[in-house]
């Protein structure tokens, strides 16, 4: 009698190993993919948004000249749709950035849950070897016994 077990690695341990955590930059991209791109990364700076903030107040004296609905005009098409747009954009950046860090971070955890699992593992094959070994010898005993 003695313990028979095998450790069978699953095959989405070694090929997420060699892949690592997905990121927002690592997307594969064609030509059109690439100007949006450029585009994004250009209009979503604060850079931008202090640009379209200038240029929409140069609007600004001929706005007030028209009255209140000319105003409103102004400030909801101009000013705020220009302006908000870089300034979601800086924001969706930072987030994009942070999630990479928590799949980077999330990597990481299970690459260490995974390292302590071997561990334990190994650790069992020692307990089932010695296992094994005491077993050998109490059949021993017990054949010597019974002879």
Known sequence: MSIKFEH?????VEERKKKGPSKVRDEHVGI??????FLTTVVGTMWCAYFFSALALFALPDAMKGGLL???QWLSQTFIQLVMLSVIMVGQNIMGQASDKRAE???KDAEATFEEAKQIQMHLKEQD????????????LAKEKGA
Do not use: S
């Open 8 to 12: 069978k690695p699953h095959a989405h």
């Open 32 to 37: 059109n993919g690439k100007i949006a791109i």
């Open 70 to 72: 000319t105003m409103v």
């Open 105 to 107: 971070m999330t990597y």
């Open 129 to 140: 070897d010695a296992i094994n070994a005491i077993l050998e010898r109490l059949e021993k």
